[in-house]
């Protein structure tokens, strides 16, 4: 199982961004993803999951409105669309697989990317 | 949202000794849907054990998982080199999914 994020970026608040993360070594269509953050010092945050078929989704309060989670099963990649950027938003983003493949959200993350730091600010 | 405190915030021991890290919760994880993850800078983070006491496929037997309801326990029997990290607790029970704030384990 590989999970590979794209690349650090820097932004300025108010600003949008796209993050990628290309699965492969699984049937990625079977596994719900997710995006979890480290904002600089502090523990790890649940951001977003997404169902396998890309049906079901779940937002931490903190991004709903702002960030879309969106899936590519042909092309086996995760997506996570960041709007009105805000300075606390600044961390470091992994991508997450679930465990087993079900359409519950209630599984662990067996395998994670190496991260993609955001940074925001002026 | 259920509420993840991990103790202590720092554990400094040595090569070989047991590492004692707790995990409590605001209220009861149903279903003992509590996991543990080892964090390394500049790493993917690792899940450990499952389920509150299930090891992750390839994980060593030093690592033990234990406990139920809102007290958990993560138990290193002997400390490796590599084991010295920061440990994380994530419950899977209820929406929000939220971790624990980590417990690092360093070198004394």
């Known amino acids: 199982v590989q999970l590979v994020q794209s690349g650090g970026y820097f932004v300025q608040p108010g600003e949008s961004l796209r993050l990628s993360c290309a699965a492969s070594?699984?049937?990625?269509?079977?596994?719900?993803m997710s995006w979890v953050r480290q904002a600089p010092g502090k523990g790890l945050e649940w951001v977003s999951s997404?169902?396998?078929?890309?049906?079901?989704?779940d937002y931490a309060d903190s991004v709903k409105g702002r960030f879309i989670i969106s899936r590519d099963n042909a092309n086996n990649t995760l997506y996570l669309q960041m709007s009105t950027l805000r300075a606390d938003d600044t961390a470091v983003y992994y991508c997450?697989?679930?465990?087993?493949?079900?359409?519950?959200?209630?599984?662990?993350?067996?395998?994670w990317g190496r991260g993609t730091l955001v940074t925001v600010s002026s | 949202e259920i509420v993840l405190t991990q103790s202590p915030g720092t554990l400094s021991l040595s090569p070989g000794e047991r590492a004692t890290l707790s995990c409590r919760a605001s209220q009861s994880v149903t279903s003992n849907y509590l996991a543990w993850y080892q964090l390394k800078p500049g790493q993917a983070p690792r899940l450990l054990v499952f389920g509150a006491s299930s090891r992750a496929i390839g994980i060593p037997d030093r690592f033990s998982g234990s406990g139920s309801g809102a007290d958990f326990t993560l138990t290193i029997s002997r400390l490796e080199p590599e084991d010295f990290a920061v440990y994380s607790c994530q419950q899977y029970a209820a929406s929000p999914w939220t971790f624990g704030q980590g417990t690092k384990v360093d070198i004394k």
């Open positions: 997450a697989k679930a465990i087993f493949g079900s359409q519950s959200f209630s599984l662990p993350f067996d395998n």
């Open positions: 997404l169902s396998g078929s890309g049906a079901k989704t």
């Open positions: 070594g699984f049937t990625f269509s079977l596994h719900g």
